[in-house]
Structures are given as structure tokens and as C-alpha cells.
């Protein structure tokens, strides 16, 4: 009961402790002394184990969990959400070697370029230098050693083959005599994923295409309240930012533009786009709900101050390309003002990089060398 219990309390690390312990008690035979079947929770406590792990931010356990779960019952491998969440624990692998790669670089993402003591140069430092874009989920027994090391070394590739099957799963059980209610939330977060994995993989047109589709689908869906909602806007919002940034690498610059502001070019549309990706469940960060602790509150406008800084850097980035350099340097500028009053611990150096970056580009095509090196380095 403990291992249900914990992970609803936010203890998980409790419950990760709870449910080693489950796993490795005796299970007493599949019958009881009066001869009725014994129910085998292992599945079950597996399941939950995979759960725990990945919002304790241990994905390879979790996806490990979860794929023994799904490889040995019969009735976890027809879940979508199963799929999903090894999806998930495949991302978060992903994006932790990611981060331990650019904590080893030269985190402003520049470095100058000196003779005789005078800056000559500025050289950007890509930062995906060592992904693969080899196709293609693991071969292997899931959980198994070999699926376990195909992993490490291609986590995008086997959380794009788990998305698959999500959709897959979703698919078939929509269709035929015995059609099942679509779980919409689960299509959407499968979609929104894919196009993240997409994006690295540098397979632009297919992300535009996921984002496209995610975006048509919420049209026409009916709208929720509660969390339901709040989930479903920011997956939207998401969404709009992966399509903004393949169609800037496709060098479709309008098209990213629309992603982000439609047929309107105005803040008002890019604040409430920041509020949706926010995920903070209201309309403005002045018109906090009631009853909020002051902590709490002060988190909360954090975070769409965060959410502001990175619309509008995308923003910057797509009218940047069309050429409207004085309209870029303003949302650059804009961008960098937010995420610094925004004062997060949790805000990625790579995020504050961005907005300067957008910045800096503004300034080397007015020719502005001096003022792209006093960027350069602020940013150190």
C-alpha cells in the first residue's frame, strides 16, 4: 500500500525504497492455503517503481522498470502510456548528457578570437556536436543488457520507437467493433515529444509537420477545466515553439513567425502564448489566484517571466531572418530584461545564452562590432 501511497505525498525517493523492498519480498506461490489465486503485483509495483524513478529524475531506472514491465505483461504492453513514459525517461537521458556536455564547454556557447590582445573574431560552439542521427529503436529484448546499452548510446532514437508504438497503441484501439474512447492527453503528449526528438534530430520538416498536427487537433477539440486544461494549452504552446524553430531552420522565417503570433503580430499575443507554455493555469501573472502563499506566488510569475524570454527569443530569431533587424534587437533586448529580473535558480544557462545570442546576431549584421562584444561578454 506504501508504494501508492508515497509518490502521492512527493516522496519519492520513499517510495523508490518502499518499492525495492516489495519487489523483494516473498510472494508466498500463486495460491493461497484455501486453494483461491494469488494476484502477482510485481507488474504493478514495477510499474509504479518506473514512475517514481522518472520524477526522481533517474530515467535510466525508470525506463528499465518500465520496459521489464511492458516485455513481460501482456496487458502493460498494450498501455500507451507506458510507452510514453519510457518515451519520456529516453528524453530525459538524453537531455542530462546534454547538459553534462555543455557543463564541460564554455557555457556562454563563444569564445574570442584575439591577435596581438585585440579581439578579431567571435566563434559560436555547436552544442549537438555528439548526437547521432542513426535511425531506428533497439532490436533487442527490452530491459534487456543489449537494450539497456543501445540506450545509452541512442536515447532519441529508441524514445522516437516508443512514440511510435504510442501512436500505434492509440491508433488501433480507436478503430474497429471494439473502439475505446481516444485518450486525447496521451496523443498530444506522444505528438509534442516526437517533435522534440524530430528538432535533434535535425529532421526539420517532419517536426513542422507533428507540430502542424498537434495544433489542428486542439482546434477542434472541446475545451476542459482544471489541470486537464492547463496541460493541453501549454502542450500547445510547446508545440509552437518546436514549429517556430524547424521552420527558422528551414529557412521559412514567415511560417515560424505565424507559429508564434498567428495572424497578429503583437505582445499581447506573445504574453498569452508565455502564459499557455508557463503552464501557471491563468491569464496574467498580476491576476494571481486567491489563498496563494507569497513563495508560491513569487514562483509563479518566475516562471512566465521565463516562459516571455523565451517566446520572445524565438520571436527575435524569426524576424531577424525576414530581415526586420530593428524589431529583433527589441525583442532580443526584451528577452534578456525578462529572464534576468525572472532570477531562477532553475533557469538553464543555455536559455539566458539563447537570448543573448539572438541579441548578438542583431548587432553583427548592423555591423555593430563593439556592441556585439560588450554581449559577448556580459555573458561570460
Known amino acids: 500500500t506504501l508504494v501508492f501511497v508515497y509518490p502521492r505525498s512527493r516522496k519519492r525517493h520513499l517510495a523508490l525504497h518502499t518499492t525495492a523492498k516489495a519487489l523483494r519480498a516473498p510472494k508466498g ?18 510499474a509504479n517503481t518506473s514512475l517514481c524513478a ?11 522498470c518500465m520496459a521489464t514491465c511492458v516485455q513481460n505483461s501482456s496487458t502493460y504492453f498494450q498501455r500507451p502510456r507506458c510507452w510514453l513514459r519510457m518515451a519520456e ?12 556536455r555543455l557543463s564541460a564547454k564554455n557555457n556562454s556557447g563563444f569564445s574570442v578570437v584575439e591577435e596581438d590582445g585585440k579581439p578579431k573574431a567571435i566563434v559560436t560552439q555547436s552544442t549537438n556536436d555528439n548526437v547521432s542521427y542513426k535511425r531506428g529503436g533497439s532490436n533487442a529484448r527490452l530491459g534487456s543488457k543489449e537494450d539497456m546499452e543501445y540506450l545509452a548510446e541512442y536515447p532519441l532514437q529508441q524514445a522516437s520507437f516508443c ?22 492527453d496521451c496523443l498530444e503528449s506522444a505528438r509534442c515529444a516526437q517533435a522534440y526528438v524530430m528538432l535533434e534530430l535535425k529532421e526539420f520538416k517532419q517536426a513542422v509537420f507533428l507540430a502542424k498536427l498537434l495544433l489542428m487537433d486542439t482546434a477542434t477539440r ?44 503583437e505582445d499581447s499575443v506573445l504574453d498569452r502564448l508565455a502564459v499557455d507554455l508557463a503552464g ?6 498580476l491576476n494571481a489566484p486567491g489563498n496563494v502563499p507569497a513563495e508560491t506566488d513569487d514562483r509563479r ?9 523565451m517566446v520572445r527569443t524565438s520571436a527575435s530569431a524569426a524576424t531577424a531572418a525576414m530581415g526586420r533587424l530593428g524589431t529583433a534587437k527589441q525583442l532580443a533586448m526584451s528577452a534578456i530584461s525578462l529572464e534576468d529580473n525572472a532570477a531562477s535558480p532553475s533557469y538553464s544557462d543555455d536559455n539566458r545564452t539563447s537570448a543573448r545570442k539572438a541579441l548578438l546576431y542583431c548587432m553583427l549584421r548592423e555591423g555593430n562590432r563593439d556592441g556585439a562584444l560588450a554581449v559577448l561578454r556580459s555573458s561570460r
Not at 237 to 263: H, N, P, R, V
Open 29 to 46: 506461490g500463486l495460491f493461497r492455503s484455501d486453494g483461491t489465486a494469488r494476484s502477482d503485483t510485481t507488474w504493478s509495483i514495477l
Open 301 to 309: 510569475k518566475a516562471r512566465i517571466k521565463q516562459a516571455q524570454a
Open 163 to 184: 512514440l511510435d508504438k504510442v501512436m500505434k497503441l492509440l491508433r488501433d484501439a480507436s478503430v474497429g467493433a471494439s473502439s475505446v474512447h481516444m485518450d486525447r
Open 280 to 285: 501557471v493555469g491563468t491569464n496574467s501573472y
Open 89 to 100: 525517461a529516453c528524453i530525459g537521458l538524453y537531455t542530462e548528457k546534454r547538459r553534462e
Open 54 to 64: 522518472l520524477q526522481g529524475r533517474r530515467y535510466e531506472s525508470a525506463y528499465e
Open 222 to 265: 472541446k475545451e476542459t477545466a482544471g489541470l486537464h486544461s492547463v496541460m493541453h494549452k501549454r502542450r500547445k504552446a510547446t508545440a509552437s515553439m518546436y514549429g517556430c524553430e524547424a521552420c527558422c531552420a528551414l529557412g521559412d522565417a514567415i511560417g515560424a513567425l505565424k507559429f508564434l503570433t498567428g495572424e497578429k503580430e
